[in-house]
């Protein structure tokens, strides 16, 4: 569907050999997987080449593939020109009579002079009857109207070149003509004419969607069976694709992908794999104790002192491990239970690791899933942070950093490029919060530090830099920092803290709508994904987020007119309109539409504003702020100098409104 999506599927197969040990190209693919074909018919594909977009996923669970060709199928049928040549419905109808009483569909003959019985049914027979392929069209042309193969590849170029400048509309009379004069139908012969028509807007060779379907398999095998390397090559290639990295990191969490946030100890610049180890460095923070990772209380100075830098190893991806030792054991979770060397694991598996975090639409996963490894987000998706500087960071890295000064001082970036860092809350494994981590950010290269001294710089000074006792940020100020720097956020979804609100207003979670039958009004709302209309197709599709999962809204064009603003413009929308569920496919025919992005706001209220000033540095009349003279007894480097420039700068901690960092949307035409 996007040329970007391709080049995912390499980094996949590099990631299984690299840090899985599991070397593996894409004709070594298990083929037939019954696993996977059983995700695929959930419609369980967001990201998966071909088979993502909604029409895909909307489509899978009618189609219900269970071998290889009929991925060949699902890849050719939603296009243009199968829709446009109304070879959709017929073709579902027949394959859902053919699974329901095992009847075969009726194939026109030619009369008993003309030609064999079962000519068509044996150009048809695999797509049921129903044309769906450029070679299958120019085999009727051949066949049914008796066209000489010359005059039959003139066919299939003028389908080649598109209805809008091509030339197929000169072969009708000869096509009709040709196929009732060997006596079939004359109504059969227009609508297969009109079925080849549809070819004009866009349809596929076999061989070319044979392809396709390979590497849908392939991406979907890999989504099946190792999730974590599925979203890390996906979030590796970023931008391409339906979802941006937030849908891309929480499906994998949903498929028991355990996700580290980013730190600058352990991330690399491209997301990567870790063995899954309980140590507390390694694990996301939670906002729920709004506490940081638990350290040794910090020695002197604003800066916290951090573990040993033993204390805080990277963690070994499995390649790497086994080569290095010559262990090539199974892991727990894989065909043995070995305890991974140093994880402290205790026999427990890894296989009862994932099943408590598999959401439970994904619970028949559990026996499917190989994962043993956590996925490490990349210093790639900090905001502003470039590759070079990313790639500085791990070059002296080491053991790991013991300080913001430490790291500051080997790797030589500018604080400004460490700000960026604190912003998006990467020094968790030092035991500093984003806030914290800011201040010390800032607290570096003050006018006559020591390390603007060189004859001071390697001197044990002790630090004079008072305590700030920031207050904790709130849990979805949080959340809304993370998006603003990150994109994403392993806290909690925006819309968990509007639930409340979202209840009084009678709206639904996602989640509740699986569980309703056709036919009732129902409202649901969340984050706007994805906007798509396709060709030339009368209503806008809209995926909407909510904390408990995605919904899908049909606007037909003259409810979208109408909404046009919010529909375009909101970040937080709820629809309104008739349920539809059928088998398993679920939408709200919309008729209205409300912006509810200023509901945002409410992730920032509770926060305390933040006294810059050190207690000793500011005296306060009114709301007045004057700076007093530096007194005799105190260190002349006592803090001065950062408080005048967080004064100067005073938007450091400052909040803009909430829905502008909400992601947009992506649209599709």
Same mark, same amino acid.
């Given at each position: 569907m996007n040329e970007p999506s391709r080049a995912a599927y390499p980094e996949k197969l590099e990631l299984l050999d690299r840090d899985r040990f599991v070397p593996l190209s894409l004709t070594a693919i298990p083929p037939k997987d019954p696993a996977v074909y059983r995700m695929i018919q959930r419609a369980d594909t967001i990201g998966v080449f071909q088979i993502e977009s909604r029409a895909q996923m909307s489509m899978l669970p009618r189609l219900r593939p269970h071998e290889f060709y009929d991925l060949v199928i699902e890849v050719a049928i939603v296009r243009p020109g199968p829709i446009q040549g109304d070879m959709v419905h017929p073709y579902l109808k027949r394959r859902e009579k053919l699974r329901e009483t095992g009847e075969?569909?009726?194939?026109?003959?030619?009369?008993? *002079? $003309? @030609?064999?019985?079962?000519?068509?049914?044996? !150009?048809?027979?695999?797509?049921?009857?129903?044309? =769906?392929?450029?070679?299958?069209?120019?085999?009727?042309?051949?066949?049914?109207a008796g066209f000489a193969p010359a005059k039959a590849d003139r066919l299939r170029r003028a389908m080649a070149t598109f209805k809008r400048v091509g030339t197929i509309d000169r072969f009708r009379e000869e096509f009709v003509d040709g196929m009732t004069r060997r006596g079939y139908p004359a109504d059969f012969a227009k609508r297969c004419f009109k079925q080849i028509e549809g070819f004009g807007e866009y349809g596929f060779p076999e061989s070319h969607a044979a392809s396709f379907a390979l590497l849908v398999y392939a991406s979907a095998w890999i989504k099946c069976r190792y999730p974590?390397?599925?979203?890390?090559?996906?979030?590796?290639?970023?931008?391409?694709?339906?979802?941006?990295?937030?849908?891309?990191?929480?499906?994998?969490? *949903? $498929? @028991?992908?355990?996700?580290?946030?980013?730190? !600058?100890?352990?991330?690399?610049?491209?997301?990567? =794999?870790?063995?899954?180890?309980?140590?507390?460095?390694?694990?996301?923070?939670?906002?729920?104790?709004?506490?940081?990772?638990?350290?040794?209380?910090?020695?002197?100075?604003?800066?916290?002192?951090?573990?040993?830098?033993?204390?805080?190893?990277?963690?070994?991806?499995?390649?790497?491990?086994?080569?290095?030792?010559?262990?090539?054991?199974?892991?727990?979770?894989?065909?043995?239970?070995?305890?991974?060397?140093?994880?402290?694991?205790?026999?427990?598996?890894?296989?009862?690791?994932?099943?408590?975090?598999?959401?439970?639409?994904?619970?028949?996963?559990?026996?499917?899933?190989?994962?043993?490894?956590?996925?490490?987000?990349?210093?790639?998706?900090?905001?502003?942070?470039?590759q070079a500087h990313a790639l500085r960071i791990e070059s002296v890295r080491g053991k790991g950093f013991d300080s913001v000064r430490d790291l500051w001082l080997r790797t030589r970036l500018p604080p400004a490029v460490l700000e960026k860092l604190a912003q998006a809350d990467a020094f968790g494994s030092l035991g500093l919060s984003r806030r914290d981590a800011l201040w010390a950010v800032r607290a570096l290269k003050r006018s006559g530090?020591?390390?603007?001294?060189?004859?001071?710089?390697?001197?044990?000074?002790?630090?004079?830099?008072?305590?700030?006792?920031?207050?904790?940020?709130?849990?979805?100020?949080?959340?809304?920092?993370?998006?603003?720097?990150?994109?994403?956020?392993?806290?909690?979804?925006?819309v968990s803290f509007l639930r409340q609100d979202l209840d009084r207003r009678g709206i639904l979670p996602t989640a509740r709508l699986a569980a309703l039958s056709s036919g009732p009004r129902v409202t649901v709302a969340g984050l706007v994904l994805v906007r798509q209309r396709p060709g030339d197709a009368k209503a806008i599709f809209m995926t909407l987020e909510d904390e408990t999962g995605i919904a899908n809204a049909i606007l037909w064009l003259r409810t979208f007119e109408l909404h046009r603003p919010a529909v375009l413009g909101a970040r937080l929308i709820s629809v309104t309109g008739k349920l539809q569920n059928e088998s398993g496919v679920i939408h709200v025919v919309t008729d209205r539409v409300e912006d509810l992005s200023f509901l945002l706001r409410r992730l920032t209220e509770g926060d305390a504003r933040i006294d810059t000033r050190a207690h000793a540095d500011a005296t306060k009349c009114g709301d007045d702020f004057q700076r007093p003279a530096v007194e005799r007894h105190r260190h002349p480097r006592a803090g001065d100098a950062l408080v005048t420039s967080l004064k100067e700068k005073p938007d450091l901690f400052d909040v803009t409104p909430a829905a502008a960092v909400m992601p947009k949307g992506r649209n599709f035409h």
């Open positions: 075969e569909p009726d194939y026109p003959s030619p009369s008993p *002079e $003309h @030609g064999e019985k079962d000519e068509l049914k044996q !150009v048809l027979a695999k797509t049921l009857g129903v044309p =769906l392929f450029q070679e299958q069209a120019m085999r009727i042309a051949i066949v049914a974590d390397v599925f979203a890390a090559a996906l979030l590796n290639s970023q931008p391409m694709g339906f979802y941006a990295p937030a849908q891309i990191v929480r499906d994998a969490q *949903e $498929h @028991g992908v355990d996700v580290r946030p980013v730190d !600058v100890n352990f991330s690399d610049w491209d997301c990567s =794999l870790e063995l899954l180890d309980p140590s507390p460095f390694a694990t996301s923070k939670s906002f729920l104790s709004n506490t940081p990772l638990p350290h040794p209380p910090p020695q002197g100075g604003r800066e916290h002192a951090a573990p040993a830098a033993t204390s805080v190893p990277k963690a070994q991806p499995r390649g790497e491990h086994d080569r290095a030792t010559g262990d090539t054991s199974p892991l727990v979770g894989e065909v043995g239970t070995r305890s991974v060397p140093g994880g402290g694991w205790q026999g427990i598996s890894c296989r009862e690791e994932i099943k408590g975090r598999l959401h439970p639409r994904h619970a028949g996963m559990q026996d499917d899933i190989h994962t043993t490894h956590a996925l490490r987000l990349g210093l790639r998706q900090v905001s502003g942070l470039s530090d020591k390390d603007d001294l060189p004859l001071f710089r390697r001197v044990d000074m002790p630090e004079r830099e008072p305590d700030a006792h920031l207050p904790p940020m709130p849990p979805g100020e949080q959340v809304i920092e993370d998006y603003r720097h990150l994109h994403l956020s392993l806290k909690a979804h925006p």
